[in-house]
């Protein structure tokens, strides 16, 4: 049997509505885009939402319109992907990492607040899986930092909430990524949801080269209409083509969640009894269910993936410590140690499938597959280390 790793959920109906946006003389940014902001921001209880081309050019949008650059910092989470670190690298700033928790693998509030400096311009704390971290806690914790930026990467939290409440609610801006495995996609897009309005109008900006506002709309109304340059931005604007795939997703995720939320139990159901750790998921909040990941000894992750990958079973890892990588160990001369959590966790992870047309037989074989040969594996190992342990 072959189990995907991802498999979207798109409509028939979506190409239709792709259609519709063929038809129109204009395929970039447009009506159909301004629509589906309006969309995310009711979605979210938002005061302005945005649509850009992926979460990492929102990132990059965002944070040029924060003013981030040379000789500041921001604070990231080692476990994540690298986008979230690459953004502010990128700008010339400092990504300065932060360990995770042991349970969650959630960044705290309590260790980002220790590594604040003058220099913090900026920190961007991910919902990892698809758990919300407390951004009210975080906001607190930094009370006496006001000027920091907090800027929630939500590329796995769409429908995550934490007490009752969405991302946003306590950030500067909240960035989503529509990537091709996210629970809801376009291939590539994101949005960057923000109740400061200032923001807002720095990122229309940002978003566009800097171009001054209204620049989306220079062909509209038949005359020419000049525009200036303001400040300094990218191009990161969704085009109404892949917009369009957008709001039918938007409107029915909350029906999908439950599906997600089923498959996600049973694996945890069926992984109780072995030796396998598992995140904790919360008990005051609700998973997005955007990834499930199990850890194994790291001595045998790589063995695992092979017998997955032989046994067809599409899998992956998210993510290995990001200190550890080339580039950042080489650039910073990171303690391969100094991230103790995000290194465990980044050499034992390996992420199953999860999505909501995963029938039951393939869940199922990927249980029974986990169970005959994973567990021998990892149990055997744990012999083996036990036995070295006591010579
Ligand atoms: C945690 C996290 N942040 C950022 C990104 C980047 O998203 P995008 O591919 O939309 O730029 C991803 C993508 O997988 C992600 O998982």
């Not at 997600?260 to 049973?266: D, F, L, Q, T, V």
Request: glycine share 6%; charged share 20%.
């Amino acid at each position: 049997m072959q189990v995907d790793f991802y498999r979207h959920d798109l409509l028939p109906s979506a190409a239709a509505s792709v259609a519709e946006v063929i038809a129109t003389p204009f395929l970039t940014s447009g009506a159909v885009g301004r629509r589906v902001e309006a969309q995310l921001a009711d979605y979210f209880g938002a005061k302005h939402a945005l649509l850009v081309g992926s979460w990492t050019s929102g990132a990059l949008a965002t944070l040029l319109a924060l003013d981030v650059g040379r000789g500041d910092e921001v604070i990231v989470p080692a476990m994540t992907f690298i986008a979230t670190a690459n953004m502010p690298e990128l700008l010339g700033a400092r990504a300065v990492f932060v360990d995770v928790d042991r349970d969650t693998l959630l960044t705290t509030p309590e260790l980002i607040a220790r590594t604040v400096t003058p220099r913090t311009k900026a920190v961007i704390p991910v919902h990892m899986y698809g758990q919300m971290l407390d951004v009210s806690a975080l906001r607190a914790a930094l009370a006496d930092r006001p000027d920091i930026a907090i800027i929630e990467d939500c590329a796995h939290c769409f429908e995550g909430e934490l007490a009752g409440q969405k991302p946003g609610a306590h950030s500067s801006a909240a960035i989503f990524s529509f990537y091709a495995t996210k629970n809801v996609t376009c291939g590539e897009g994101g949005a960057i949801i923000t109740n400061d309005t200032a923001l807002y109008e720095r990122i229309v900006q940002t978003r566009m080269h800097g171009m001054s506002a209204g620049a989306i709309d220079r062909f509209k109304h038949g005359g020419y209409r000049h525009w200036d340059m303001e400040r300094l931005g990218v191009k990161a604007n969704l085009p109404d083509l892949l917009a369009a795939l957008l709001p039918a997703q938007i409107s029915t995720i909350d029906e999908r969640l439950p599906q997600r939320e089923e498959i996600a139990s049973r694996y945890e159901r069926a992984f109780a009894d072995l030796p396998l750790r598992l995140p904790r998921t919360l008990t005051n909040g609700k998973h997005a269910r955007h990834l499930f990941t199990i850890h194994v000894p790291p001595r045998i992750r790589d063995e695992v993936l092979g017998v997955l990958g032989s046994r067809k079973i599409g899998c992956t890892v998210n993510y290995r410590s990001i200190p550890t990588l080339s580039y950042y160990r080489d650039n910073y001369n990171y303690d391969p140690y100094g991230f103790p959590v995000s290194q465990e966790w980044g050499e034992g992870t390996v992420t199953l499938p999860l999505y909501p047309s995963l029938e039951r037989t393939a869940q199922d074989y990927v249980i029974d597959v986990i169970r005959t040969d994973v567990v021998p594996m990892v149990e055997a190992e744990m012999r083996a280390s036990h036995a070295e342990a006591a010579r």
